[in-house]
């Protein structure tokens, strides 16, 4: 595990991310732990020390009854899990060490929709969210599929910021009393490690073409115009996050906006339209037999 510390640190570190406060402290204290940074800042300005962090933590990783598909189905019912943190590119067609990849998400879809004994899908989302990259893209594929079969997002537990974003897409949004939607937001956080380096005496130098070329690399400070650019591409980022959050459950971008990334439990979320009904899983997924064979 070691050796992908560093791969994980940079799809964690100084990249956007649409993901749950709670979950980002726990990812950032585990791998500053790790990487040996030490304490890190919490997001709202106080420090946490390291915590540790199963590398399946969510515990999804069973192979399903189908090994030529990434879903079950549960009668006539494609379901497809999305559990974990969502990443881009996972290269797995179910969730595996407690991540689902989009890539995953996009490949189990196509082959549901195009099955003929598929009659209806359910997207079984329990995850806090995840990367930006690749998310929306994914999220207006299962837009563009509606009115094909029908696509229920039904929650167990929660669907928070990217996973709320895929939720969206669905015809329909199904969450527990003691679940929750929301966190329609984007969160970058850069590290700088400049003073633990000089501390350590080591002395970083770039050399480079282009006076940005350097800007959020963690050897060094983030200057404020980097800053000032990089909130733009966040609040770019937010933008679209809020445009496609109205456009798929149509209600007002002010409406999705005023959200301010907060989260709602279960019937609250109901009350601003981000989603349709309070409902334990199965009772969803009856509502949806009911549907499909009435």
């Known amino acids: 595990m070691n050796h992908l510390l560093p791969r994980l640190a940079q799809r964690v570190f100084n990249t956007p991310l649409m993901l749950h406060p709670r979950k980002a402290e726990i990812v950032l204290a585990a791998l500053s732990d790790r990487l040996g940074i030490g304490l890190i800042g919490r997001l709202d300005g106080s420090t946490v020390a390291p915590l540790a962090m199963e590398d399946d933590d969510y515990g999804f990783a069973e192979p399903g009854n189908n ?16 559990q974990g943190t969502l990443v881009q590119k996972l290269g797995s067609l179910r969730p595996w060490s407690g991540m689902t990849g989009y890539d995953g998400i996009r490949q189990n879809l196509f082959t549901a929709l195009d099955d003929s004994s598929v009659k209806a899908i359910v997207l079984d989302i329990d995850s806090p969210g995840g990367e930006v990259a690749g998310c929306f893209d994914i999220v207006d594929t299962i837009y563009a599929a509606r009115g094909s079969k029908p696509i229920w997002a039904i929650l167990n537990e929660s669907a928070y910021s990217a996973a709320y974003a895929i939720a969206s897409a669905a015809d329909k949004i199904y969450v527990p009393r003691t679940g929750g939607v929301g966190s329609i937001g984007v969160i970058c956080a850069h590290v700088d490690m400049s003073q633990a380096l000089t501390s350590a005496g080591i002395k970083v130098t770039f050399i480079t073409y282009g006076d940005t070329k350097a800007d959020g690399h963690s050897e060094i ?11 733009a591409d966040i609040d770019t980022m937010g933008q679209l996050f809020v445009d496609t959050v109205a456009r798929n459950r149509n209600i007002s971008a002010a409406t999705v906006r005023d959200t301010q990334a907060a989260t709602f439990m279960g019937d609250k979320g109901v009350a601003l339209g981000l989603a349709d009904e309070v409902a334990a899983p199965d009772a969803a997924f009856r509502a949806l037999i009911k549907q499909i064979t009435a």
């Open 67 to 82: 090994p030529r598909t990434g879903y079950d189905m549960v009668g006539p019912v494609a379901v497809i899990p999305i």
């Open 221 to 231: 400070p983030l200057s404020e115009d980097a800053k000032k650019r990089f909130q």
